[in-house]
């Protein structure tokens, strides 16, 4: 049996899975009320920075106090599934059994890639999103980790991606890419002061650590296996898509996520 945990982020309370190695993590813990699950401020942690970092203070509080050998991330209302089983959603996610047969053949379990279809990845982010950091983010990576350029400089040319900071990976694995990104942001952070931007947009640092991801496992050859995500709330398309195409044709950025 392979020695594998993942947390659940949650910022509230929520029904949750009930295999045990789904571990339910309230990220953002510092100063809030307790929810009854583990915090992300607990041990050594930057939980104080999830308005800026949304879920990576979750990663973070897994990366410097687990130690299992498989360690992943998945969201309260956001898991990997491997096939549709039941109209009760819960019974559909990812169990021991299915993730101990794909981490036989690979190290790290990814999201299927969203497609983005009319543009490119950095285009989108830019029609979207305060394109500023993105392109600091760049600086930085060109600066300190040269030979990542190549991938980097390709989100003006790709148009999927692996997103949402899921994933189950190696110990090891984890550990590398922690030290690269959190590097990075760091870094970033000081360029780029999230207190410039109103409280949607200050968490660029989560949003751009999502096309980071691909940039990591694409230079380091990382062998993985996609999975396809699914949603336990009803995502609105025709809002989502409605937002998209006023962000692109009209220069209005997003307020809120969807």
Not at 139 to 156: G, Q, S
Not at 171 to 189: A, G, M, P, Q
Not at 190 to 209: E, M, N, T, V, W
Not at 239 to 250: P, Q, S, V
Request: proline letters at 2%; glycine letters at 4%.
């Amino acid at each position: 049996m392979k020695d594998i945990i993942i947390i659940v982020a949650a910022h509230k309370k929520y029904q949750m899975p009930k295999e045990n190695i789904y571990i339910p993590l309230q990220v953002g813990a510092e100063g809030k009320e307790d929810l009854g699950y583990k915090k992300d401020n607990e041990g050594e942690n930057i939980s104080e920075k999830n308005a800026y970092y949304c879920e990576l203070t979750g990663i973070y509080w897994a990366w410097k106090n687990l130690k299992n050998d498989y360690i992943g991330l998945v969201h309260y209302r956001r898991y990997f599934s491997k096939s549709k089983k039941s109209k009760n959603k819960f019974e559909n996610i990812l169990n021991r059994e299915e993730i101990e047969n794909i981490l036989d053949n690979v190290d790290v379990v990814l999201p299927k890639k969203r497609n983005y279809y009319i543009e490119n990845l950095y285009s989108h982010y830019e029609h979207t999103m305060y394109i500023e950091p993105l392109d600091e983010a760049g600086k930085i990576i060109e600066e300190k980790y040269p030979k990542y350029m190549e991938e980097f400089n390709k989100l003006k040319k790709r148009t999927s991606a692996h997103m949402f900071n899921m994933f189950i990976m190696k110990k090891n694995i984890l550990d590398e890419y922690c030290k690269w990104l959190f590097d990075i942001l760091y870094e970033l952070e000081k360029r780029c002061d999230p207190k410039q931007y109103d409280q949607f947009h200050a968490r660029y640092l989560g949003r751009i650590s999502e096309l980071l991801l691909d940039v990591w496992i694409n230079t380091n050859n990382v062998k993985y296996e996609e999975i396809k995500v699914i949603d336990m709330e009803n995502v609105n398309w025709i809002k989502k898509g409605k937002a998209f195409l006023i962000a692109k044709f009209t220069g209005k950025k997003y307020d809120k996520s969807f």
